[in-house]
């Protein structure tokens, strides 16, 4: 076997934090504990005999080593070469030993810094915030200083605020704004996990407003024709419309004309099955009318659910196949396959999949649309 250069401490130094760093950090004695066994497996006699130049040339290189580890050495008793001290293997002990060994000695330091500073600000002794902060180790070693402390201020005024109902704007936290709050909200969570055994952050958000087109002006007479408003305000509303269209896209809301006895409501793409909890709107004749491509149909499945009585518009076969030239590629289809499609649905939903399509709600010619509209 060919004798070792040092270079392969490197190597297996850096191979061994790569893998063992997170192991390490989730358990101290571990850390302190670790070694790496590097063999150099130096020459033998035979192998001294046909090249004496190059062992002597590799003793040297050992005897001279000035990386990390403990060189051990052994006799040989040679009967050509008499008795020999030959580097037999480099002991790293320690995981601080292995990560400089590594390159790696000041992110070693970091992380056992950091490490220490979240348990001492956040909960020393607790085995669940020790184990979030391993976790998570990975995300919080990227932060710069600045950012990590945000970080640990962050989850300590949650841990202390657990139900503060404010507004994520409201947020008394010296640094810390909607941008950056959402950009680590999952670390947040995960090392706020730790702490207290949830990741509710106890924080308030905007409601989802809905846009909704009053067709018929009688049926709510002092609101504005289209306006915007929240679920639970559009639940208590007293509307009685004969029929709600509602639809996957803002636009059709906009576009579709007066029409008796009618409501129009934006059903916020995946977010539709929200709109069962509108007790009128349940109590009407509710028809969906989305994209005809894989998520429209895995949209409607959804609503479907919560509301079996919802009849689709415009989302048929015959309709993709009579405009399919207005049609273009679906990036990205769905990995939902939808099962509550009627018969008629489910062929439009195999024919759009099948073919890797999709046909956008508005561009379907507007006289096309209103015929089908009134024939509701």
């Known amino acids: ?4 250069a040092p270079s392969a401490v490197v190597d297996k130094a850096r191979t061994t934090y790569r893998n063992r760093r997170g192991r390490w950090i989730a358990d101290p004695d571990a850390a302190a504990s670790a070694s790496v066994t ?21 003793v040297r290189t050992w005897h001279g080593y000035a990386g990390h580890g403990t060189v051990a050495w052994e006799t040989r008793r040679w009967r050509s070469f008499g008795t020999q001290d030959v580097p037999v293997r480099v002991v790293l002990s320690g995981a601080a030993e292995i990560a400089a060994a590594a390159g790696r000695a000041a992110e070693w330091r970091t992380l056992t810094d950091r490490r220490q500073r979240l348990l001492a600000e956040l909960g ?3 085995a669940g ?12 070693l990227g932060l710069d200083d600045t950012d990590f402390g945000r970080l640990v201020a962050t989850v300590r005024w949650l841990a202390a605020n ?3 109902g404010l507004l994520v704007r409201q947020l008394p936290i010296p640094g810390v704004d909607t941008k950056w709050l959402a950009q680590h909200r999952g670390t947040v969570e995960s090392v706020l996990e730790g702490v207290r055994g949830d990741r509710d952050l106890g924080v308030r958000a905007l409601p989802r407003l809905c846009e909704v087109a009053v067709l018929d002006r009688t049926l709510l007479p002092a609101a504005p024709r289209i306006f915007a408003t929240s679920l639970g305000e559009l639940a208590a509303l007293p509307l009685r419309p004969t029929v709600t269209v509602v639809l996957e896209n803002k636009e059709g809301v906009h576009a579709l004309p007066d029409r008796p006895a009618t409501v129009a409501v934006h059903g916020g793409g995946y977010a539709v099955h929200e709109l069962a909890d509108v007790p009128w709107l349940v109590a009407s004749d509710v028809v ?10 895995a949209i409607l499945d959804r609503f479907r ?3 079996p009585q919802v009849r689709s518009l415009l989302m048929d076969a015959g309709t993709f196949a009579r405009w399919r030239e207005l049609a273009v590629p679906e990036p990205t289809p769905a990995g939902h396959v939808p099962v509550g499609l009627t018969d008629g649905e489910r062929e439009a939903f195999e024919l759009v999949r099948d073919e890797g399509m999709r046909l ?17």
């Open 288 to 297: 969906y009318w989305g994209d005809l491509d894989t998520h429209g149909f």
């Open 1 to 4: 076997m060919k004798s070792v």
């Open 124 to 126: 020393p002794g607790t």
């Open 162 to 164: 657990p139900s503060s």
């Open 305 to 307: 659910r919560r509301v």
């Open 38 to 58: 590097v063999a150099l497996h130096p020459p033998s006699e035979t192998a001294v005999a046909a090249d004496p130049d190059a062992a002597v040339a590799w």
């Open 360 to 376: 956008e709600q508005e561009r379907i010619p507007w006289p096309y649309v209103l015929d089908r509209v009134a024939a509701l």
């Open 129 to 140: 915030l020790a184990a979030a902060v391993a976790a998570t180790h990975s995300r919080w």
